[in-house]
Every structure is written in structure tokens, then in C-alpha cells.
């Protein structure tokens, strides 16, 4: 009886399934806030269906819709983008930016880094944080909150 419960417990645990939310571009930090873009007749006709960078060094990011039509778009002209399991990326210098905590006073993120050795390439992360999402982005905490007020409480 004990391991039917165990197992009746254990399939309800269970994920339903992966979260396929819609790619979208960001073009400012406040399209972050907005629900997903899949409404417009733009989107439903002709869906993004990855982002991709080109390359480190490259100004521009891949964007491939469905029908195997893909577009370069200039990573100036975007703020960053939403994949398809909602996390959002902030393209910053060149860099992509990884979106890992947010709240109204500060932003933490995940830098994401490469380089190409003998084995192969090398992908990492590194922090980074900064006093909001349009702010610029420091290595260590104690310079992002450096222009914060005396005795201002940082949650």
C-alpha cells in the first residue's frame, strides 16, 4: 500500500510538460512588463521561433521565423529578447545579459562568455549587477549600489 502511495505521489510531482512560451524581441526595458506579443496578427501569422546571436564580435542577432524565413536585426536597435522558457536577455556592449533577478531597486544577471581552446568551446557565466534594467552594468554589487542613498534599504 505504501508504494502505491508513494508512486500515486510521485506522478503527480511530475512536470506536465515543457513551457513553450513565444520568442519576442524587446525593443525597450518596459517590454519586459508587457504579456506576450502572440495577440498581434503580425505574430500569429508569422511567429519567431528562435533568437540566436550571430557571434561575439557581431552587431547583429539571428532571428529565424517559422517557414525558414530568418531576419538580422542590429543589436543596438534592441533592448534584448524573451526565449521560449520566458527568461529574458538584455543585449549590453555587445554582450548577452541573462536576466536572473529582478526587483524594483536592482537587477542581477548572468553574462554569458565563450572562448574557443583546444578541447573545444568554453561557455560561463559571469555576475553582473545594476541598479535597474536601463542602468549600466557593473562586476561587482558594491559598484551598482554605489550611487544608492545613505541608509537606503536594498532588498
Known amino acids: 500500500m505504501k508504494i502505491v502511495l508513494l508512486l500515486a505521489v510521485l506522478i503527480w510531482a511530475l512536470p506536465e510538460g515543457p513551457v513553450c512560451a513565444q520568442w ?3 525593443v525597450k526595458s518596459q517590454d519586459v512588463f508587457k504579456l506576450s506579443e502572440s495577440t498581434a496578427p503580425d505574430a500569429l501569422a508569422n511567429p519567431i521561433t ?3 546571436p550571430r557571434g561575439e ?3 547583429y542577432l539571428i532571428v529565424r521565423y517559422a517557414h525558414s524565413k ?7 536597435s534592441v533592448w534584448g529578447f524573451a526565449d521560449s522558457t520566458n527568461a529574458i536577455w538584455r543585449v549590453y556592449k555587445n554582450d548577452l545579459c541573462r536576466v536572473t533577478r529582478y526587483n524594483d531597486t536592482w537587477v542581477e544577471y ?8 583546444r578541447n573545444g568551446p568554453t561557455v560561463w557565466y559571469e555576475p553582473g549587477f545594476s541598479r535597474g534594467l536601463d542602468g549600466k552594468i557593473w562586476n561587482r554589487w ?3 549600489m554605489a550611487d544608492a542613498l545613505p541608509g537606503h534599504i536594498v532588498r
Open 70 to 76: 530568418r531576419a538580422l536585426v542590429r543589436k543596438s
Open 57 to 59: 564580435l557581431s552587431k
Open 142 to 144: 558594491s559598484e551598482a
Open 24 to 26: 519576442r524581441l524587446l
Open 110 to 117: 548572468g553574462i554569458y562568455r565563450s572562448k574557443n581552446n
Open 50 to 52: 528562435l533568437i540566436e
